[in-house]
């Protein structure tokens, strides 16, 4: 199992441009989240996904999109990419009755311009 | 919103020597989860606490789930080079599903002098 698998591992935006980030897990785990990293912020929930077919907001979504493609695939979009959303972005998934426990991918680090 | 306090924010021990850091806040929590970020990494998850008073080991690791449901701690024995990395505390309120919201404390980063 490659558990959760996210491209691109890096990426440099110029500000206003648009990308989409793609996450992917295969141990069939009901639930996916996006986060973003910053120093000295921790860890913050940008979007979840608590089963296919649905989505929510976190606790900063603003500027942010997601699809929740298949079960497997959990896509955040950034329309119009500013220098306040240069982070690393990291997507977790977590299996039916382990709330909490999140399985993280390695992350995509983002620079905007 | 609702935080944690994680303690200390980093450590600089010696290897071989035993490490302490702890999460507090003024919120209930159902569940307690000690996660360890190696540099470049995601988060991996080291151990989940679900129940109060709770005392549970992994290998040289050792977290408890405060009986107040308000903290935890962890406590690493016989520090080794590869523990170095920033250790993350988090506690779940609610259930699986739209109820769930997980706090996240900032970390403790830890280095191991050889």
């Known amino acids: 199992n490659a558990g959760v698998t996210q491209t691109p591992k890096f990426q440099v935006l110029k500000t206003g441009q648009s990308m989409t980030l793609q996450c992917a897990q295969d141990?069939?785990?009901?639930?996916m989240y996006w986060y973003r990293q910053d120093p000295g912020m921790g860890l913050r929930l940008i979007y979840y996904?608590?089963?296919?077919?649905?989505?929510d907001k976190g606790e900063v979504p603003n500027g942010y999109n997601v699809s929740r493609l298949n079960k497997r695939e959990f896509s955040l979009r950034l329309e119009s990419a500013a220098p306040s959303q240069t982070s690393v972005y990291f997507c977790?998934?977590?299996?039916?009755?382990?709330?909490?426990?999140?399985?993280f991918g390695p992350g995509t680090r983002l620079t905007v311009l | 919103g609702q935080q944690l306090n994680q303690s200390p924010q980093s450590m600089f021990i010696q290897e071989g020597e035993d490490v302490s850091m702890n999460c507090t806040s003024s919120?209930?929590?159902?569940?307690w989860l000690w996660y360890k970020q190696d540099p470049g990494e995601g988060p991996v998850l080291l151990i989940a606490?679900?129940?109060a008073g709770e005392l549970t080991s992994n290998g040289r690791l050792t977290a408890q789930f405060g009986i107040t449901r308000k903290d935890s701690f962890l406590n690493i024995s016989a520090s080794i080079p590869s523990d170095v990395g920033i250790y993350f505390c988090?506690?779940?309120?609610?259930?699986?599903?739209?109820?769930?919201?997980?706090?996240w404390g900032l970390g403790t980063s830890l280095a191991v002098n050889p």
């Open positions: 977790a998934s977590t299996p039916r009755g382990l709330a909490g426990a999140e399985f």
């Open positions: 141990m069939n785990h009901n639930s």
């Open positions: 996904s608590a089963s296919e077919g649905t989505t």
């Open positions: 919120s209930i929590f159902n569940t």
């Open positions: 606490l679900y129940k």
């Open positions: 988090a506690g779940l309120m609610g259930n699986a599903g739209n109820n769930r919201k997980l706090i």
